[in-house]
């Protein structure tokens, strides 16, 4: 849905909370959820959908006339498509994902043909005077290749040769029908870029010159004008969970970023839990028993930890970070699980809103990005005293957002 106030922003929220691969799930999902959400959030203007496909998803999307009839149907109810999570290729909800989440990775050819297929979709949904963004894995999962140098270096670049192969076909749509299309890197903790200095480092050493080279042999342009339609068509999606996990403050993301040449594609409003830690050891037992319902099967929780001398510690997940929390150095624990985001107190934990507040206000201010979706997709593993039904919990979401953005 389109909010007017300073900026115009575009406000959805990402069907990747709603279980189902097929395209025939998806849409199945679509036809429950959104018609009925903008019934009550947005009735006479035209409402915009975030839309989560896997790959076998988009596959069966572009077959015979599935997508000509779903655009039909975007019409027929007054919505529209503007943004895609290209991130889970597979399986995503009642498995164990964990860190495959990231594979296949950039490195691979899955992964490009997987994007261009929803180059192809966004290309054809995305209204006219829109630009859309495709969301997508930070390259890879680096505790997969940071102990050998050789197969770290490789893997990021191959990835950003691969990722310039798919801005090749961005900028041919780009001439042909005048849509603009960008690739959103997400970074998030443990993926090969993690925060705002990786992001930097990527695309100054390996992104702009590698990628920036492959653009300028195969479409005959200097290597200048290459980069600059890498940074045009390549851009971060800033996942304010996922940043705060990083204990980087928000302003000094958008004005590092900025000062690269850098564009934020996305911003993705959720929020990570975090909690102060008491010296004392009964209270730490007590906050590993609230944790311990969030410490479950199916995703990566990564866990960073601050200690008193401000240095930050990593653990890979929530599950094996637990036993290490009494005998911590740590003042505080932020960890990657996306909560609800009006929730700001469950218990004795806290959530990161306040960071969402922060990014809200500032982009009333500046035009670092105008694409809103919100994504708290962890509705199935939610421990069951946060739940309510849940089209009032993205209602409720949605509500909090627009309350947080008209007040700024």
């Given at each position: 849905?389109?909010?007017?106030?300073?900026?115009?922003?575009?406000?959805?929220?990402?069907?990747?909370?709603?279980?189902?691969?097929?395209?025939?799930?998806?849409?199945a999902?679509?036809?429950?959820?959104?018609?009925?959400?903008?019934?009550?959030?947005?009735?006479?203007?035209?409402?915009?959908?975030?839309?989560?496909?896997?790959?076998?998803?988009?596959?069966?999307?572009?077959?015979?006339?599935?997508?000509?009839?779903?655009?039909?149907?975007?019409?027929?109810?007054?919505?529209?498509?503007?943004?895609?999570?290209?991130?889970?290729?597979?399986?995503?909800?009642?498995?164990?994902?964990?860190?495959?989440?990231?594979?296949?990775?950039?490195?691979?050819?899955?992964?490009?043909?997987?994007?261009?297929?929803?180059?192809?979709?966004?290309?054809?949904?995305?209204?006219?005077?829109?630009?859309?963004?495709?969301?997508?894995?930070?390259?890879?999962?680096?505790?997969?290749?940071?102990k050998?140098?050789?197969?770290?270096?490789?893997?990021?670049?191959?990835?950003?040769?691969?990722?310039?192969?798919?801005?090749?076909?961005?900028?041919?749509?780009?001439?042909?029908?005048?849509?603009?299309?960008h690739?959103?890197?997400?970074?998030?903790?443990?993926?090969?870029?993690?925060?705002?200095s990786?992001?930097?480092?990527?695309?100054?050493?390996?992104?702009?010159?590698?990628?920036?080279?492959?653009?300028?042999?195969?479409?005959n342009?200097?290597?200048?004008?290459?980069?600059?339609?890498?940074?045009?068509?390549?851009?971060?999606?800033?996942?304010?969970?996922?940043?705060?996990?990083?204990y980087?403050?928000?302003?000094?993301?958008?004005?590092?970023?900025?000062?690269?040449?850098?564009?934020?594609?996305?911003?993705?409003?959720?929020?990570?839990?975090?909690?102060?830690?008491?010296?004392?050891?009964?209270?730490?037992?007590?906050?590993?028993?609230?944790?311990?319902?969030?410490?479950?099967?199916?995703?990566?929780?990564?866990?960073i930890?601050?200690?008193?001398?401000?240095?930050l510690?990593?653990?890979?997940?929530?599950?094996?970070?637990?036993?290490?929390?009494?005998?911590?150095l740590?003042?505080?624990?932020?960890?990657?699980f996306?909560?609800?985001?009006?929730?700001?107190?469950?218990?004795?934990?806290?959530?990161?809103?306040?960071?969402?507040?922060?990014?809200?206000?500032?982009?009333?201010?500046?035009?670092?990005?105008?694409?809103?979706?919100?994504?708290?997709?962890?509705?199935?593993?939610?421990?069951?005293?946060?739940?309510?039904?849940?089209?009032?919990?993205?209602?409720?979401?949605?509500?909090?957002v627009?309350?947080?953005?008209?007040?700024?």
């Amino acid at each position: 849905m389109k909010i007017t106030k300073n900026n115009n922003f575009h406000l959805t929220y990402c069907s990747n909370i709603h279980p189902g691969e097929s395209w025939l799930e998806v849409f199945a999902n679509l036809e429950k959820y959104i018609p009925e959400l903008k019934s009550r959030l947005s009735p006479t203007e035209p409402f915009g959908i975030g839309l989560r496909l896997a790959d076998i998803a988009a596959k069966q999307l572009l077959q015979n006339n599935n997508l000509a009839q779903f655009q039909a149907w975007l019409t027929q109810h007054d919505l529209y498509v503007f943004t895609l999570n290209g991130f889970p290729y597979g399986g995503f909800h009642r498995q164990v994902v964990k860190d495959q989440v990231y594979a296949p990775d950039w490195s691979t050819q899955e992964r490009v043909n997987y994007t261009l297929n929803l180059v192809q979709i966004l290309a054809t949904l995305l209204p006219e005077g829109l630009d859309g963004g495709i969301s997508t894995l930070p390259l890879s999962y680096k505790p997969w290749w940071e102990k050998d140098q050789a197969t770290f270096e490789t893997v990021r670049k191959k990835s950003c040769l691969n990722i310039a192969s798919v801005v090749i076909e961005i900028i041919r749509i780009r001439e042909t029908t005048g849509k603009i299309l960008h690739i959103d890197l997400e970074p998030e903790p443990d993926g090969l870029i993690e925060n705002t200095s990786e992001v930097i480092d990527l695309y100054q050493k390996w992104l702009l010159p590698i990628g920036g080279n492959y653009l300028s042999e195969n479409l005959n342009i200097e290597q200048s004008l290459a980069e600059t339609k890498l940074l045009e068509h390549v851009r971060v999606c800033y996942d304010t969970c996922h940043f705060s996990v990083e204990y980087e403050q928000p302003k000094s993301v958008f004005a590092r970023l900025q000062s690269a040449g850098i564009k934020i594609g996305k911003i993705q409003i959720s929020a990570a839990i975090q909690v102060k830690i008491p010296a004392d050891v009964e209270k730490r037992t007590l906050i590993v028993e609230r944790l311990r319902p969030f410490a479950e099967s199916t995703y990566l929780h990564q866990v960073i930890e601050r200690r008193n001398d401000g240095t930050l510690h990593h653990y890979p997940d929530l599950i094996t970070a637990l036993p290490h929390l009494e005998q911590s150095l740590a003042e505080e624990w932020r960890t990657h699980f996306h909560v609800p985001i009006f929730i700001h107190d469950y218990q004795i934990l806290q959530s990161t809103q306040d960071d969402i507040a922060t990014v809200l206000h500032l982009l009333q201010t500046n035009n670092a990005c105008q694409h809103l979706e919100i994504e708290t997709y962890t509705w199935d593993v939610l421990p069951s005293e946060m739940k309510i039904d849940l089209l009032t919990s993205i209602q409720r979401e949605y509500e909090w957002v627009l309350k947080l953005i008209r007040n700024s």
